[in-house]
T-cell receptor, first 113, second 115 residues
Framework: SQKIEQNSEALNIQEGKTATLTCNYT??????LQWYRQDPGRGPVFLLL?????KEKRKERLKVTFDTTLKQSLFHITASQPADSATYLC????????????FGRGTSLIVHP | DGGITQSPKYLFRKEGQNVTLSCEQN?????MYWYRQDPGQGLRLIYY???????QKGDIAEGYSVSREKKESFPLTVTSAQKNPTAFYLC??????????????FGAGTRLSVL
């Protein structure tokens, strides 16, 4: 069956360090992958989209990589700040069918001052 | 101010009661969605609509119903048949469903609890 896995344990890092979050998937032929940020009690907010034929995407302090051989995406936040503390969700859409993304459970990031 | 408005923010349902969650968007998006989020769970798709007067079941449609009479509105009814309705409900919209038009814009959510 199709599965999207994100680390359920919170990631705790020190301010100024680079945070790296992982999204692994199985039994998908991905068309694209998206990353969203969700704050407690709020709806997710779109951050970045990467297509299956792209290796890397950047936006300001954010970087996403996509390795379809490893079936993995990495999400990096450089020079992290306490304001980056949130839950980060990855979402994957398959080619050959509906392009509605399926969401992972998310990983909580806590940046300590 | 463009965006998606969900109301109410909190809702309580009594046994055997149907309740309706409101979702309105002024982004001129064609597609709209309803998701359910439980603690520690990913978002699960309940229903989606690509155009007015058309909607499709998602992964967990049982016990829910929707309508799409206007482009900007996509209300969700949680019926008495939904035995475990307590959850955080999120409405979203996107330009369309195909490919890169499927960047989802979410409302602030409605938290539904059972009395």
């Amino acid at each position: 069956s199709q599965k999207i896995e994100q680390n359920s344990e919170a990631l705790n890092i020190q301010e100024g360090k680079t945070a790296t979050l992982t999204c692994n998937y199985t039994n998908y032929s991905p068309a694209y992958l998206q990353w969203y940020r969700q704050d407690p009690g709020r709806g997710p907010v779109f951050l970045l989209l990467i297509r299956e034929n792209e290796k890397e995407k950047r936006k300001e302090r954010l970087k996403v990589t996509f390795d379809t051989t490893l079936k993995q995406s990495l999400f990096h936040i450089t020079a992290s700040q306490p304001a980056d503390s949130a839950t980060y969700l990855c979402a994957l859409a398959s080619s050959g069918g509906s392009y509605i993304p399926t969401f992972g459970r998310g990983t909580s990031l806590i940046v300590h001052p | 101010d463009g965006g998606i408005t969900q109301s109410p923010k909190y809702l309580f349902r009594k046994e055997g009661q149907n309740v309706t969650l409101s979702c309105e968007q002024n982004l001129n998006h064609d597609a709209m969605y309803w998701y359910r989020q439980d603690p520690g769970q990913g978002l699960r798709l309940i229903y989606y609509s690509q155009i007015v007067n058309d909607f499709q079941k998602g992964d967990i449609a049982e016990g829910y119903s929707v309508s799409r009479e206007k482009k900007e509105s996509f209300p969700l009814t949680v019926t008495s048949a939904q035995k475990n309705p307590t959850a955080f409900y999120l409405c979203a919209s996107s330009q369309g469903i195909v490919f890169v038009k499927n960047i989802q814009y979410f409302g602030a959510g409605t938290r539904l609890s059972v009395l």
